[in-house]
């Protein structure tokens, strides 16, 4: 399973922050259209952009993880939201915390900060922190349905049929 970010963080978020977003406090929806994600990480930099309505905003901010978590803490603070989150996919077991700030509208900042293990092959416990700054670009490019995310290289991932449409 590559623990790489694509997609604005989206495989990897999955993972790492993705959890974080969704429990007791929730956040507001993006607003729909083309966003761009910059991700910055000791593992590397990458930016992309993901079309998004309220169904695929809803999946980011938590859905993937649903029924993955034993602790899904989200607080709403008084410059934005704080998430601590402990979950497990298959083998892998994430502990994190997150601070999300930004107006939703135009854009969204968060710090990550998640200890993972059970990572095969790989010396325990990896810490990833990163940064992830998301930008609201306009509508939807031609041809986009929600969920799709045009990677650095040209090249769109598109969500499966059924998750989050």
């Known amino acids: 399973m590559p623990l790489h970010l694509i997609g604005g963080g989206l495989v990897g978020l999955t993972l790492v922050a993705a959890s974080t ?8 929806a993006r607003k ?3 966003w761009e994600s910059k991700t910055v990480s000791a593992e590397g930099n990458t930016t992309a952009r993901q079309c998004i309505d309220e169904k695929t905003d809803q999946m ?3 859905a993937l993880g649903a029924g993955q978590c034993s602790k899904r803490d989200f607080v709403k603070t008084s410059t934005g ?9 298959g083998p892998i077991s994430a502990s994190g915390t997150s601070v999300i700030t930004g107006d939703f ?10 200890t993972l293990t059970g990572i095969p092959n790989t010396k325990e416990p990896v810490r990833r922190k990163m940064v992830i ?10 041809g986009q349905s929600p969920g799709d995310i045009i990677l650095p290289d040209g090249k769109i991932v598109k969500m499966p049929q059924g998750v989050g449409r």
């Open 21 to 28: 977003l969704a429990a007791a406090d929730t956040l507001p």
């Open 32 to 34: 729909a259209g083309l």
């Open 133 to 142: 700054d998301a930008t609201y670009l306009g509508p939807c490019e031609a």
């Open 60 to 62: 980011a901010q938590g």
């Open 105 to 114: 509208a135009s854009k969204v900042h968060m710090d990550v900060d998640t």
């Open 81 to 89: 939201y704080k998430g601590e989150t402990e979950c497990k996919i």
